[in-house]
């Protein structure tokens, strides 16, 4: 028998056949997936520390697949990989590469010419990755903890504490946080900044 995958809010449902990229197949409940998830998290957070990184390697594909890889890849076998099938969120999958490059380059513009605080680049840029969708799960941790990297590993700032550990489950919280996403899809950043206490 394999996971009951249950669904919660403004989560992006796992196909079966990425369901069948699971490694430890003794996973049966969602709190152990969880649970196996928040270790890897933890552990990909340890190797972050260590990092130092300009705007233009944080900026790029190949170190957001490595992060999402060292995120995820006790877990599940795609981690590292962009999707290949549609979501009910994000972007065609054979235009992930490209939009994803026209993010980072706006991004990096950004940061060249200071057109928004720091605290807004890293909003606005985990507001569009989230957004683009590039992987088949986890692009709400990857983009808040890619949020963290701008903050911390290139801006040398705090990161966001992104309040509740890992905000997975419906709770209040959460709801403001996809409320503030919402906000963010139609141009307004006032909530989101909020929400991170800026
Ligand atoms: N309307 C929206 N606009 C932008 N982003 C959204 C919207 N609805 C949901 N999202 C994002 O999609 C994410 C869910 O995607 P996915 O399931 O791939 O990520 P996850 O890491 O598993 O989720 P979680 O955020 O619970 O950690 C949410 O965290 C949220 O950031
Ligand atoms: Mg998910």
């Known amino acids: 028998m394999g996971l009951e995958y249950t669904h919660e809010a403004g989560q992006t449902p796992i196909s079966e056949e990425e369901m069948s990229g699971l490694k430890i197949k003794s996973i049966i409940l969602q709190r152990e997936l969880d649970e196996f998830e928040l270790l890897n998290i933890i552990k990909a957070k340890a190797w972050l520390k260590k990092q130092k990184l300009t705007p233009e390697t944080a900026l790029s594909e190949s170190f957001m697949k490595k992060l999402h890889k060292k995120m995820f890849g006790d877990v599940w076998k795609w981690a590292g990989v962009f999707r290949r099938s549609e979501k009910n969120i994000g972007v065609g999958w054979v235009t992930i590469g490209r939009e994803l490059k026209v993010l980072c380059d706006d991004a990096l513009f950004w940061v060249e010419n200071e057109t928004f605080s720091q605290t807004e680049i890293a909003l ?23 949020a963290d990297v701008l ?17 997975v489950s419906a709770d209040e919280e959460r709801k403001t946080y996809i409320a503030a996403l919402r906000a963010a899809d139609q141009g307004d950043f006032a909530p989101l900044l909020k929400f991170v206490g800026a």
């Open 124 to 146: 606005r840029f985990k507001h569009r990755l989230v957004s683009i969708h590039c992987f088949p799960n986890g692009n709400g941790r990857h983009s808040r903890i890619m």
């Open 151 to 167: 903050m911390e590993n290139v801006f040398g700032q705090e990161a966001f504490s992104w309040r509740a550990a890992g905000m």
